[in-house]
């Protein structure tokens, strides 16, 4: 599953890069082609923990955006298919993430695929939509349309069926603006997405046949891997669908639940999440409860993390990574901090902050799992960590690092309490 906008994590590729030189490689490929187009080299954003946030980048640049988003999941995919030789069944994408699964399907070589999503945003620049935006919201598709017809918002459209009680709309600002004040009034829980435009909607018209005219211009191939569309609702066989779904791909709506069903009723067992973070795997989950999914970089891991969350996949162990180039020697270790408060092992430290956050959050402590993705899973936003997770640090007589903003980089409970014992001692703390 190839995930779409949300699916973007600072220096998410920073460990694999160094383990795996197949991900360094693809990542060196990807920024000479990106400078080629006129776009910043994605490595800065997956390499580098101390990166912009995904809210930030939404807002400020998008396009740097999207690079890193294709590039984090084909590096992804070439390591998982070409390194630990998975063979995926079927591919599926979500919202941007089917142009990602065009190019990993074979349609667009690995440079091409970069040149369609630069494609998509010079038809944005070339075409100028009227502002809007996207709100998901705790219902059914069903129940969601039903709630736009009796508020009569025709101006609002079903955007994304993502799971049995999550959905996206997507119009103009204002009319967004008054269907989540309506839902809220009726108990019903609303989240605005970081986006500047209505995604999968009419007002996108313009956009989409400026894309599919430059997407005309770029060399395709037969798929040669089996590819389903969400968008479209059917399988991708031939050059025609390539250019329907890119036709499509801003004003049609993505059906993720139908094609998660579908697929299932046709015997996948195994999802597999193709990128950052682990949106669709909850969604997946919340559809099918008891199927199976994987996440392999929900958090930053190295190459023999990765090697052992798969071996139960593959029955079979890799073979070693080639050995990267030499490089200077590492530089000498830092002199001893002084001594910092002793912090409680990882499991206790979990559970410290999972009733802190459920008692500030008003969940139920069972949703928050140590591997729920706090903003993607539980929609809880960057200001609102950071708070938290002061009081936390303070309970343990430790202190926030310098950039606060960038504890969105580590996503679950688990990996917060992985952090916290690296984060240097409050002044006059007692050990």
Same mark, same amino acid.
């Given at each position: 599953?190839f995930?779409?906008?949300g699916a973007?994590?600072p220096g998410?590729l920073?460990?694999?890069a160094?383990?795996?030189p ?7 490929t990807l920024?000479a ?9 994605p ?6 923990e101390?990166a912009?946030a995904?809210e930030e980048?939404?807002?400020d640049?998008p ?6 988003l ?9 390591l998982?298919?070409e390194?630990h030789r ?9 919202s941007?993430g089917e142009?990602?699964a065009?190019t990993a ?6 440079t ?5 999503v630069?494609?998509r945003?010079?038809a ?5 939509p009227e502002?809007?935006?996207?709100l ?7 129940r969601?349309?039903?709630l736009?017809?009796g508020l009569a918002e025709?101006?609002?459209m ?10 996206v ?5 204002a ?17 605005p ?6 995604f999968?909607?009419r007002?996108?018209a313009?956009?989409a046949?400026?894309?599919a ?5 770029l060399?395709?191939?037969p ?7 969400a968008i479209?609702?059917r399988?991708i066989t031939d050059g ?8 499509a ?9 139908d ?6 009723a ?5 999802f597999?999440?193709?990128g950052?973070?682990?949106?669709l795997?909850?969604?997946v989950?919340a559809?099918?409860p ?5 996440a392999p970089?929900?958090r930053?891991?190295?190459?023999p ?10 029955g079979t162990?890799?073979p070693p990574?080639?050995?990267p ?12 901090? #002084?001594a910092?408060?002793?912090v409680? %092992?990882? +499991? ?6 999972? /009733? $802190?956050? !459920?008692? @500030?959050l008003?969940?139920?402590p069972?949703?928050l799992? #140590?591997?729920a993705?706090l903003e993607? %899973?539980? +929609?809880?936003?960057?200001i609102?960590q950071? /708070? $938290?997770? !002061?009081q @936390?640090v ?6 926030l690092?310098t950039e606060?903003s ?5 996503t679950t409970?688990?990996?917060?309490a992985g952090l916290l014992?690296t984060?240097?001692?409050a ?5």
């Open positions: 599953m995930p779409g906008q973007y994590l998410g920073a460990r694999l160094e383990d795996e197949l991900v360094a490689d693809t990542l060196r920024d082609a990106a400078v080629r187009l006129g776009r910043g080299a490595s800065r954003l997956l390499l580098d101390r912009p995904l980048l939404a807002r640049a396009a740097d955006l999207h690079v890193a294709f590039a984090a999941e084909m590096a992804l995919f070439r998982l298919t390194r998975l063979r995926p069944d079927v591919l599926l994408g979500h941007f142009l990602v065009l399907a074979g349609a667009f070589r690995l091409d695929g970069l040149a369609l630069a494609a945003d010079e944005f620049a070339a075409c100028p502002p809007g935006g996207m998901a919201l705790e219902l059914s598709a069903a969601t349309e039903a736009l017809a025709w101006e609002v079903l955007a994304a069926d993502n799971g049995p009680r999550q959905c709309v997507s119009g103009p600002s009319a967004l603006e008054r269907v989540r004040g309506k839902a809220e009034a009726v108990g019903v829980r609303s989240t997405l970081h986006v500047p435009y209505a999968h909607h007002l996108l313009a956009v046949g400026e894309f005219r430059r997407a005309d211009a060399p395709t191939a798929v040669g891997r089996l590819l389903h569309s479209l609702g399988r025609d669908a390539v250019g329907e779904l890119v036709a791909h801003l004003v049609r709506p993505t059906r993720f639940t094609a998660v069903r579908l697929l299932h046709e015997g996948v067992e195994l597999v999440e193709c950052p973070r682990g949106v795997s909850g969604l989950a559809t099918l008891g199927v199976r999914t994987l970089l929900r930053r891991l190295g190459g993390e990765l090697a052992a969350e798969l071996r139960g996949l593959t162990t890799p990574a080639p050995s180039l030499p490089s200077s020697p590492p530089p000498p270790p830092p002199p001893p901090a #002084a910092a408060p002793i409680p %092992d990882r +499991g206790e430290v979990v559970a410290v902050l999972r /009733e $802190l956050y !459920a008692t @500030a008003g969940y139920p069972e949703v799992t #140590a591997d993705d993607a %899973d539980l +929609g809880v936003d960057s609102k950071t /708070e $938290l997770f !002061a @936390a303070a309970r343990f007589g430790r202190s690092p606060g960038r504890l969105t980089s580590y409970l688990d990996a917060l014992p984060l240097p001692s002044s006059g703390a007692r050990t």
